[in-house]
């Protein structure tokens, strides 16, 4: 295991729920941290940008106030995901409010986050970066971040297409830091699963749009339960990079899932918080190919607590065979 100290144990099962554009708000972060596993959330998603203060404020006081109140239980840190794009003209003022309050996490995409990790070390906090491939993975590295999340073939959002078995072990030969696997996975045995093939972390994003706290319509965690990897669609025509969508959705929309012509990666666009693609992203839903395991919406209590029993049972069973 490669676990920074501030995770060091401060996790129920090794698990963090992806930041996920609209969906993840206070309400499903909380829910995470409370029930054992990190939290996280874009900053893009608090707006106005004002807003991002007050959702920072309330986060870092009610895990605190929980932590008094329960210290028996473990309350895990959350985290903040933050788009370095040169069209996100919030950067400098989001990365100011995770400074503000050191805010324990901070995951990156898209750009190598220079500036970031140097602002989050400044704290003592880390960084996180995502990557679809080794190039990518190398020039975080080159940055300085303390992880690097693999964004396997079969993750919901702007996913890869590598296989996490290459992927995850060609970051490996090069990184001693924490590595973090996304893709495909909604069950507690995939964590183990992750953490046996040289993760350290596991990355889940669909299995929690599918809880009771996700700020996601009913109809779209309905669409999870009834879908299955089949009905995953891959294609860049919604943001201009590839990303994995429910085929029912795009059905919704007026599109054939079957013949969607292609985008263009100049059209991806972040700034005033990427009110561009709002009508994209509230009409188009992203998912990974694991909704074919997932098929209910409990609370996120009852899933992790699930998912822990899932996981122990997982390492009981490897460990007597």
Same mark, same amino acid.
């Given at each position: 295991m490669s676990l920074p100290a501030s995770l060091e144990g401060q996790l129920r099962i090794p698990v963090i729920g992806a930041p996920m554009f609209i969906v993840s708000g206070p309400e499903l972060v909380l829910a995470q941290c409370k029930a054992g596993i990190v939290g996280a959330f874009p900053a893009l998603n608090a707006r106005p940008e004002s807003m991002l203060d007050e959702w920072l404020a309330r986060i870092s006081e009610e895990l605190v106030a929980y932590q008094s109140a329960n210290p028996g239980l473990t309350v895990a840190p959350f985290a903040v995901n933050q788009i370095v794009h040169q069209s996100n003209n919030r950067l400098q003022h989001d990365v100011e409010m995770c400074v503000k309050y050191q805010v324990p996490i901070v995951i990156t995409s898209l750009r190598p986050p220079a500036e970031v990790v140097a602002a989050v070390h400044g704290y003592?906090?880390?960084?996180?970066?995502?990557?679809?491939?080794?190039?990518?993975?190398?020039?975080?590295?080159?940055? @300085?971040? %303390?992880?690097?999340?693999?964004?396997?073939? !079969? =993750?919901?959002?702007?996913?890869?297409? /590598?296989?996490?078995? *290459?992927?995850?072990?060609?970051?490996?030969?090069?990184?001693?830091?924490?590595?973090?696997?996304?893709?495909?996975?909604?069950? @507690?045995? %995939?964590?183990?699963?992750?953490?046996?093939? !040289? =993760?350290?972390?596991?990355?889940?994003? /669909?299995?929690?749009? *599918?809880?009771?706290?996700?700020?996601?319509?009913?109809?779209?965690?309905?669409?999870?339960?009834?879908?299955?990897?089949?009905?995953?669609?891959?294609?860049?025509?919604?943001?201009?990079?590839?990303?994995?969508?429910?085929?029912?959705?795009?059905?919704?929309?007026?599109?054939?899932?079957?013949?969607?012509?292609?985008?263009?990666?100049?059209?991806?666009?972040?700034?005033?918080?990427?009110?561009?693609?709002?009508?994209?992203?509230?009409?188009?839903?992203?998912?990974g190919q694991g909704v074919g395991t997932i098929d209910d919406i409990p609370s996120v209590a009852d899933l992790v607590e699930r998912m822990e029993a899932e996981y122990r049972d997982a390492a009981t069973r490897l460990c007597a065979s």
């Open positions: 003592g906090g880390v960084v996180f970066h995502d990557v679809i491939n080794i190039r990518h993975a190398r020039k975080a590295i080159d940055q @300085g971040v %303390d992880g690097i999340i693999t964004v396997c073939a !079969g =993750a919901g959002g702007h996913a890869g297409t /590598t296989s996490p078995f *290459a992927l995850v072990k060609e970051v490996r030969e090069i990184f001693d830091g924490t590595i973090i696997l996304s893709g495909s996975m909604s069950r @507690g045995n %995939d964590a183990l699963a992750a953490q046996a093939m !040289g =993760a350290d972390l596991a990355y889940l994003g /669909t299995r929690f749009i *599918a809880t009771r706290e996700a700020n996601a319509p009913s109809a779209y965690k309905e669409m999870i339960v009834d879908s299955a990897a089949a009905d995953i669609v891959y294609t860049n025509l919604f943001t201009g990079v590839h990303g994995s969508y429910l085929k029912g959705s795009i059905v919704n929309a007026g599109l054939d899932p079957d013949d969607l012509p292609e985008g263009e990666l100049r059209t991806m666009n972040f700034g005033g918080g990427g009110s561009t693609k709002a009508k994209a992203w509230r009409d188009i839903w992203g998912a």
